[in-house]
């Protein structure tokens, strides 16, 4: 019977190994989410209304990565390993291992953004409108790091993509791959609605409230058959989860943000040419 159905395809975790040097598909899929973020954000670059010139890219994605890193794995580790930092705080360091917050990594880059805003002399929001649409494809990236890694899977299923995954404690029964779900929903779709919503000028405060609300939506639906940290299990009714519980204020700042967004009906880049201090 197990012939007949998918079977995860068991991935190496190492991708190059040199000596005792090893790097590890999940952190290559970090640095090609910023490769990508970094084109097209130069991309983005070419619309002169936006305000934005390639090297302000590279100088925002430079804030954006260390803000990813940093809040990504405290936030795991605070939000999903609390005992485990307790026992052993070197363990925050091991991001090979996998671990990283999504929430974590939002809170991270809002710092770094809002750093790089004063630097730049920018409003908070003109940086955070710019890179919304940058996210989503590093996001599916991520979410490719954790399928190679045969991590994160969802609860059991019969439905004919449905997968086998090899790790023990997955049972041997074919799972919702919810990996592919949210780098699908979170990844691609949402970069799609993003991109063709900032092609024309919008209001300050209105990509990053589609984006919140985008990503709250996509992680809640997968969160229903994503098997949570067996560490914590369910919350509440047997499917509420942590990842739920982080994500619904996301979606309601995000319908906050769009709604002040439609009131106030500030252009885009009202202050991004004029008055700008130098890094």
């Given at each position: 019977?197990?012939?007949?159905?998918?079977?995860?395809?068991?991935?190496?975790?190492?991708?190059?190994?040199?000596?005792?040097?090893?790097?590890?598909?999940?952190?290559?899929?970090?640095?090609?989410?910023?490769?990508?973020?970094?084109?097209?954000?130069?991309?983005?670059?070419?619309?002169?209304?936006?305000?934005?010139?390639?090297?302000?890219?590279?100088?925002?994605?430079?804030?954006?990565?260390?803000?990813?890193?940093?809040?990504?794995?405290?936030?795991?580790?605070?939000?999903?390993?609390?005992?485990?930092?307790?026992?052993?705080?070197?363990?925050?360091?091991?991001?090979?291992?996998?671990?990283?917050?999504?929430?974590?990594?939002?809170?991270?880059?809002?710092?770094?953004?809002?750093?790089?805003?004063?630097?730049?002399?920018?409003?908070?929001?003109?940086?955070?409108?710019?890179?919304?649409?940058?996210?989503?494809?590093?996001l599916a990236a991520g979410r490719l790091g954790n399928f190679i890694?045969?991590?994160?899977?969802?609860?059991?299923?019969?439905?004919?993509?449905?997968?086998?995954?090899?790790?023990?404690?997955?049972?041997?029964?074919?799972?919702?791959?919810?990996?592919?779900?949210?780098?699908?929903?979170?990844?691609?779709?949402?970069?799609?609605?993003?991109?063709?919503?900032?092609?024309?000028?919008?209001?300050?405060?209105?990509?990053?409230?589609?984006?919140?609300?985008?990503?709250?939506?996509?992680?809640?639906?997968?969160?229903?058959?994503?098997?949570?940290?067996?560490?914590?299990?369910?919350?509440?009714?047997?499917?509420?989860?942590?990842?739920?519980?982080?994500?619904?204020?996301?979606?309601?700042?995000?319908?906050?943000?769009?709604?002040?967004?439609?009131?106030?009906?500030?252009?885009?880049?009202?202050?991004?040419?004029?008055?700008?201090?130098?890094?």
């Open positions: 019977m197990i012939s007949r159905m998918l079977l995860h395809p068991n991935f190496d975790p190492v991708a190059i190994a040199v000596g005792p040097v090893e790097v590890h598909w999940y952190g290559l899929m970090y640095l090609f989410a910023f490769a990508l973020g970094w084109w097209l954000g130069r991309i983005r670059t070419r619309d002169a209304w936006r305000g934005w010139s390639r090297d302000n890219v590279g100088d925002v994605l430079f804030y954006v990565a260390l803000g990813v890193v940093v809040g990504g794995r405290l936030g795991y580790m605070l939000f999903y390993d609390f005992e485990r930092l307790l026992a052993h705080p070197l363990s925050v360091f091991m991001i090979w291992r996998g671990g990283m917050s999504f929430h974590g990594g939002l809170l991270g880059v809002m710092v770094a953004m809002w750093w790089f805003a004063r630097s730049h002399g920018r409003g908070f929001f003109e940086v955070a409108d710019f890179i919304a649409p940058l996210v989503p494809l590093g890694n045969g991590r994160l899977w969802g609860t059991p299923s019969d439905l004919p993509w449905a997968m086998v995954f090899h790790d023990p404690r997955a049972g041997g029964v074919p799972r919702h791959p919810s990996q592919l779900y949210e780098a699908l929903l979170e990844g691609v779709v949402l970069f799609a609605v993003l991109w063709w919503f900032t092609r024309r000028p919008r209001p300050v405060m209105a990509a990053s409230g589609v984006f919140l609300i985008g990503y709250g939506l996509a992680r809640t639906l997968v969160e229903l058959v994503r098997v949570p940290d067996a560490h914590l299990g369910y919350l509440a009714f047997g499917w509420v989860t942590m990842g739920q519980v982080l994500t619904l204020p996301m979606i309601a700042a995000g319908i906050a943000l769009a709604v002040m967004a439609s009131i106030r009906r500030e252009p885009p880049t009202p202050a991004s040419t004029r008055g700008r201090r130098k890094p």
